[in-house]
Structure formats: structure tokens, C-alpha cells
């Protein structure tokens, strides 16, 4: 008889503005859950990746992750200056009678220019982006995108991340996935959500946590994935707190926690534990928090 696999929970963490606390949050719900289920934990901020600091995880590379950019043979060349006309990211530089110029540090790897040359004299080459790299602590597994410095295209790093992580899960076989998504509603949080079973939107009592928290929530309507609101920082402002429990109430979104500012963050931050570990207090905090997400449920 065929064993059915059984199918890891996604939990992704987000928020729209960036210093929200979003990392804190899901490397405390990783530590929480890997004690009740084998957890994973995907750094899917790719430009700035943190989650390996806050719980003290020495990486190891696994993997590059590289992107497709044209790359031409002179000798079939006509100089007609198609390839850089058909480029929406001026990464191909065309003066008239000259050889196009190719500045790959502005390439996306649309290879629209390839598409576009009825000469054939644009091939498909690849050059590094990023990195990804895998660690473990406190009984989480976790794996890492870091896109290269000066690189654009951070929505590739997270979908390779992303495959790589449950190419990784195969043998590890976690139950439960928290993906620690970017900052923003771009290209690489998109890549970061979809699939996931549920949002764990993070924000704080500040007018424009609360503008940012809107636009992020639009997205999880759109994908149409369970939601639920944490607040940071919560008692950071008593007046704005109230206009973030309005705005949850109209929409019928669940406020799943709140979290005090207090220094012991800044001490967990600075000394990479887990908050936990400096105060066990807020342990049943984000027991709550997971609780509420009904990771059993789901």
C-alpha cells in the first residue's frame, strides 16, 4: 500500500514596512513550533536576511542561484538595434553602426532582446544573483536566499529559496513551514506568499504601518489566504492602536496578538537568542499567537 505524504503547513509572516518587528515574530513562532512539530524556517528576505543572526545559525552554501542573460555572437550580427529597443531595462546600449553594448548588472533575464533579433545572434547565458544557504538552532531547520550586492532581480532568489526549501524539506520533513517574508508589496513578497496557508501580518501602532498593512492584507485577499494581525509595539501608541482594532474589526480580520515594547527585544536582538531566552515570559505569548493561527486546523 502507497503511504500518503502528508502535506507541510506554510505560515508566511509579513507586514508591508520594513522594522516592524516581522523577523522577531517569525523566528519566535519557529522556535514555538519546533517544539510541538519538526519546523522549517525560509529567510525569504533576500536582500537583507537576518533570521540566521537572531537565532545564532552558523549557514553553510548550498547553492548559487543564477539568472538567464543574453549573450551575442558578433559574427551574426547586423548592428540593426532591435535587441535594444525590445530592452524595457536600458541594459543594452545601441549607437547606430556600432555592436550593441550589454551592461549586465541592469539585466532582469527577460531575454525579450533574444525574442526580438530575426538573426539568431542572441543566445542564452547566465550570470550569479545569489546564494542560499542552510543552518540549524534551537530545533529549527533553516534555509537562507541572500541576493548579491548590486543585483535587481530578489523575486528569483525568493522563488529559488522557496524550491530549494522544499527540496530540502523532502528529507528533513517538517510539518510546519514559517516563511519570513521581505518588507514592501513587490515582486519577492508575492513570491514569499503564494502557497502559503496562511498570513501572519505584522505592524505597529504608526500611521504608516498601518497604510503598508492595508496594501500587504490586499494581497492576501487577492490570493485568498487566511489571515490574521499581529501588533508590535502595541502600547507604542494607545490612540493609534485603536485605529489598527477598527480597521481589523471592519474587515473581519483576527487580531492574533500583541506584543508590548519593551528593551528585552533590543537584548534578545543584540545578544541572538531567542526571546525567550531572555525572558520566558513571552514564551506563552507567542504560544497564544500560534494557538490562534490553529496550526493543528489547518
Not at 527577460?110 to 547565458?125: H, K, R
Not at 508590535?232 to 496578538?257: H, M, Q, R, T, W
Request: some cysteine.
Amino acid at each position: 500500500m502507497k503511504t500518503e505524504t502528508k502535506r507541510t503547513l506554510k505560515i508566511a509572516v509579513t507586514g508591508g514596512k520594513g522594522g516592524v518587528g516581522k523577523s522577531m515574530v517569525a523566528t519566535s513562532l519557529a522556535v514555538e513550533l519546533a517544539e510541538r512539530k519538526k519546523t522549517m524556517l525560509v529567510d525569504a528576505d533576500a536582500e537583507c536576511p537576518n533570521d540566521h543572526l537572531l537565532l545564532s545559525v552558523e549557514r553553510e552554501k548550498i547553492s548559487d542561484v543564477y539568472q538567464a542573460i543574453p549573450k551575442w555572437d558578433f559574427s551574426k550580427c547586423v548592428k540593426c538595434g532591435r535587441c535594444a529597443l525590445a530592452c524595457k531595462q536600458e541594459a543594452i546600449v545601441f549607437v547606430k553602426g556600432r555592436f550593441p553594448a550589454f551592461v549586465k548588472e541592469s539585466c532582469l533575464g527577460c531575454m525579450a532582446c533574444q525574442v526580438a533579433c530575426p538573426w539568431g545572434a542572441i543566445s542564452a547565458d547566465k550570470k550569479e544573483i545569489g546564494t542560499i544557504y542552510s543552518g540549524k538552532n534551537y530545533g529549527v531547520n533553516l534555509v537562507s536566499g541572500e541576493l548579491k550586492l548590486g543585483e535587481l532581480a530578489s523575486g528569483e532568489v525568493v522563488s529559488e529559496v522557496r524550491k530549494r526549501a522544499d527540496e530540502l524539506n523532502k528529507k528533513a520533513g517538517a510539518e510546519v513551514m514559517v516563511i519570513d517574508s521581505s518588507p514592501g508589496v513587490g515582486c519577492p513578497v508575492i513570491a514569499s506568499l503564494v502557497g502559503t496557508d496562511y498570513i501572519v501580518a505584522v505592524t505597529e501602532p504608526t500611521p504608516s504601518a498601518l497604510f503598508d498593512l492595508k496594501r500587504v492584507l490586499y494581497l492576501a485577499e487577492h490570493f485568498k489566504i487566511e489571515r490574521g494581525i499581529v501588533i508590535n509595539k502595541c502600547d507604542l501608541a494607545e490612540s493609534f492602536l485603536k485605529e489598527i482594532e477598527v480597521f481589523a474589526e471592519e474587515k473581519k480580520i483576527p487580531i492574533i496578538g500583541k506584543i508590548p515594547y519593551r528593551k528585552d527585544f533590543l537584548e534578545s536582538t543584540i545578544k541572538q537568542k531567542p526571546i525567550k531566552e531572555i525572558n520566558p515570559n513571552y514564551k506563552k505569548l507567542f504560544c497564544e499567537i500560534i494557538d490562534k493561527i490553529e496550526v493543528d486546523r489547518l
